[in-house]
């Protein structure tokens, strides 16, 4: 005997054939017309489930920026199940990752007070390099010379920077024009947004960002988000000849050559478990800065050192005093993007002072120290800018500048910094 099953006319079951048979339908027309395929199907249901993923993500850890890596990888790179996959063992490494691995041997202390490197910090010497000399400028590759500057310059690599520079001095009203201030010294991508206000420059220039030096204390920070960035001469992982090199030889000035207290974190952040990502790198940076600041309360300068990727065909270098020298890019985020607006998550207090900062090193850059600096470069995102109110990230050279170089690039980028936070320009327009 057959069982029949009636239908009735509110019920759900009848509600479901309807859907289905109505999507099948579709499906048949759809596809007799080759408007859609089963591959399509299969892409609409892995985005909306992506989607789903990366909405979790985002209401989990609203202040990190896996969340931002969770997306790229759902966009580019994963299917669903590698999302998830990931998503479980980079969660595990995340939480066990800092306690774990930064040891206190990674934090090295210049103490002027202690250490005696006077006749060391000039390790660098000058070098012929046969390559031709070639920097960014207006989209074209030229040739740059640098002009004498109002600086007197020890054995050691110290400058004094003092009176007026010779390189360019802008005007009040041309730097309270927002087009002009853009157009000078920004580079935006689309995918960030800057809006007028970000960049006023009388209050921008009008912040002080000086600070009483106290060379008892430990007053500057100096790490590498990205600590296995090298150069052209570098040897992949060797810290004393990559970024991490450089980062030592800015501590060094700044301690002995400026009377600056520092601690200098060498750990590694994009290399975790013998895994290159980099992508994670701010999410362990950001854990072990909040612990290193939590330690040492008197820090009031955090500097993220990079090296910037360009095509190989570009070098980024300008001669200082006579040694050939890396160019370098102060960086920052603004934590809005084009399509977006303001990301909440990301959001910043000290996004004005961040501002302030790199464009009074910018324009005392470009007085003391022409064709040192490139454009300021502006971004979507946060990079742990918000630690402190003097937070820079800061690009030396690239890939295709040698170690000599961007260790010279210390030297003017010491002098500036000590310019700007020992309050001898006040910088007021």
Same mark, same amino acid.
């Given at each position: 005997?057959?069982?029949?099953?009636?239908?009735?006319?509110?019920?759900?079951?009848?509600?479901?054939?309807?859907?289905?048979?109505?999507?099948?339908?579709?499906?048949?027309?759809?596809?007799?017309?080759?408007?859609?395929?089963?591959?399509?199907?299969?892409?609409?249901?892995?985005?909306?489930?992506?989607?789903? =993923?990366?909405?979790?993500?985002?209401?989990?850890?609203?202040?990190?920026?896996?969340?931002?890596?969770?997306?790229?990888?759902?966009?580019?790179?994963?299917?669903?199940?590698?999302?998830?996959?990931?998503?479980?063992?980079?969660?595990?490494?995340?939480?066990?990752?800092?306690?774990?691995?930064?040891?206190?041997?990674?934090?090295?202390?210049?103490?002027?007070?202690?250490?005696?490197?006077?006749?060391?910090?000039?390790?660098?010497? =000058?070098?012929?390099?046969?390559? &031709?000399?070639? *920097?960014?400028?207006?989209?074209?590759?030229?040739?740059?010379?640098?002009?004498?500057?109002?600086?007197?310059?020890?054995?050691?690599?110290?400058?004094?920077?003092?009176?007026?520079?010779?390189?360019?001095?802008?005007?009040?009203?041309?730097?309270?024009?927002?087009?002009? @201030?853009?157009?000078?010294?920004?580079?935006?991508?689309?995918?960030?947004?800057?809006?007028?206000?970000?960049?006023?420059?009388?209050?921008?220039?009008?912040?002080?960002?000086?600070? &009483?030096?106290?060379?008892?204390?430990?007053?500057?920070?100096?790490?590498?988000?990205?600590?296995?960035?090298?150069?052209?001469?570098?040897?992949?992982?060797?810290?004393?000849?990559?970024?991490?090199?450089?980062?030592?030889?800015?501590?060094?000035?700044?301690?002995?050559?400026?009377?600056?207290? *520092? =601690?200098?974190?060498?750990?590694?952040?994009?290399?975790?478990?013998?895994?290159?990502?980099?992508?994670?790198?701010?999410?362990?940076?950001?854990?072990?800065? &909040?612990?290193?600041?939590?330690?040492?309360?008197?820090?009031?300068?955090?500097?993220?050192?990079?090296?910037?990727?360009?095509?190989?065909?570009?070098?980024?270098?300008?001669?200082?005093?006579?040694?050939?020298?890396?160019?370098?890019?102060?960086?920052?985020?603004?934590?809005?993007?084009?399509?977006?607006?303001? =990301?909440?998550?990301?959001?910043?207090?000290?996004?004005?002072?961040? @501002?302030?900062?790199?464009?009074?090193?910018?324009?005392?850059?470009?007085?003391?120290?022409?064709?040192?600096?490139?454009?300021?470069?502006?971004?979507?995102?946060?990079?742990?800018?918000?630690?402190?109110?003097?937070?820079?990230?800061?690009?030396?050279?690239?890939?295709?500048?040698?170690?000599? &170089?961007?260790?010279?690039?210390?030297?003017?980028?010491?002098?500036?910094?000590?310019?700007?936070?020992?309050?001898?320009?006040?910088?007021?327009?």
């Amino acid at each position: 005997m057959k069982r029949v099953i009636l239908i009735g006319k509110n019920s759900h079951k009848n509600k479901i054939v309807a859907f289905l048979v109505t999507v099948f339908a579709f499906y048949v027309v759809f596809f007799s017309l080759k408007l859609i395929t089963f591959d399509d199907i299969w892409r609409l249901a892995n985005g909306s489930v992506s989607e789903w =993923i990366y909405n979790i993500t985002i209401s989990k850890t609203r202040s990190s920026y896996r969340t931002i890596s969770y997306r790229e990888y759902v966009n580019n790179k994963k299917t669903v199940a590698g999302v998830l996959i990931d998503s479980v063992n980079n969660t595990i490494s995340y939480y066990g990752y800092v306690k774990k691995n930064v040891k206190e041997d990674r934090l090295v202390v210049y103490d002027p007070n202690k250490l005696n490197i006077n006749d060391k910090v000039a390790e660098n010497t =000058i070098k012929e390099n046969e390559t &031709e000399l070639i *920097v960014e400028q207006k989209g074209e590759d030229v040739m740059e010379e640098q002009k004498e500057v109002a600086a007197s310059v020890g054995g050691n690599g110290i400058m004094k920077l003092s009176g007026a520079g010779t390189g360019t001095v802008y005007s009040v009203e041309n730097l309270s024009d927002f087009n002009f @201030l853009m157009n000078t010294f920004y580079v935006v991508p689309k995918r960030a947004s800057v809006i007028s206000s970000d960049l006023c420059a009388s209050e921008l220039l009008n912040i002080d960002l000086s600070i &009483e030096k106290d060379s008892t204390v430990p007053q500057i920070l100096i790490y590498h988000t990205h600590s296995m960035e090298g150069f052209s001469d570098s040897i992949e992982g060797n810290q004393d000849t990559n970024i991490v090199a450089v980062g030592t030889y800015l501590s060094k000035l700044l301690s002995e050559g400026y009377g600056y207290n *520092v =601690i200098h974190c060498t750990e590694s952040f994009d290399y975790v478990n013998g895994v290159l990502d980099r992508s994670a790198a701010y999410t362990y940076a950001r854990t072990a800065l &909040e612990q290193i600041l939590a330690d040492n309360p008197t820090i009031q300068v955090v500097l993220d050192i990079h090296r910037d990727g360009v095509n190989e065909n570009l070098h980024l270098v300008t001669d200082v005093n006579g040694k050939q020298t890396s160019q370098i890019m102060f960086f920052n985020g603004v934590s809005r993007t084009s399509a977006g607006g303001d =990301i909440d998550y990301l959001y910043n207090k000290y996004k004005k002072q961040n @501002l302030a900062m790199s464009l009074q090193m910018k324009l005392l850059a470009d007085e003391y120290f022409p064709g040192f600096t490139r454009k300021n470069y502006i971004d979507a995102y946060q990079y742990n800018l918000d630690l402190r109110e003097r937070s820079m990230l800061i690009e030396v050279g690239a890939q295709t500048n040698s170690l000599s &170089e961007a260790k010279n690039a210390m030297e003017p980028l010491a002098a500036l910094l000590d310019r700007l936070l020992s309050g001898s320009d006040d910088g007021e327009i």
